[in-house]
Nanobody
């Protein structure tokens, strides 16, 4: 069965950096587009970044120029490098197919303090 396991979150000061990882299993990872989503407190879950199976990327305007999505097909893992973090980046971060076709993992909490 499909498993998505996010890790790498934590508490960081504004301006700091974090690198999130998502280990995927149960499907042919290399053939799938993948995305990162976040859910801020009291808000819906929104997409943040997408990487296609051939490595093309796209970002939400709010993170463009600060976040970088990448993937390692040999490790079935997708990453999110987050730089210049802002308090509004706080939330639980999840990975999934961009169409959210897989069961959500537990997510990883990112908290950015002022």
């Amino acid at each position: 069965q499909v498993q998505l396991v996010e890790s790498g979150g934590g508490l960081v000061q504004a301006g700091g950096s974090l690198r999130l990882s998502c280990a995927a299993s149960g499907f042919i990872f290399s053939r799938n587009d993948m995305g990162w989503f976040r859910q801020a407190p009291g808000k819906r879950r929104d997409w943040v970044a997408v990487i296609t199976s051939d490595g093309s990327t796209n970002y939400a305007d709010s993170v463009k120029g600060r976040f970088t999505i990448s993937r390692d097909n040999a490790k079935n893992t997708v990453y999110l490098q987050m730089n210049s973090l802002k308090p509004e980046d706080t939330g639980v971060y999840y990975c999934n197919h961009p169409d959210s076709v897989y069961r959500w993992g537990q997510g990883t909490q990112v908290t950015v303090s002022t």
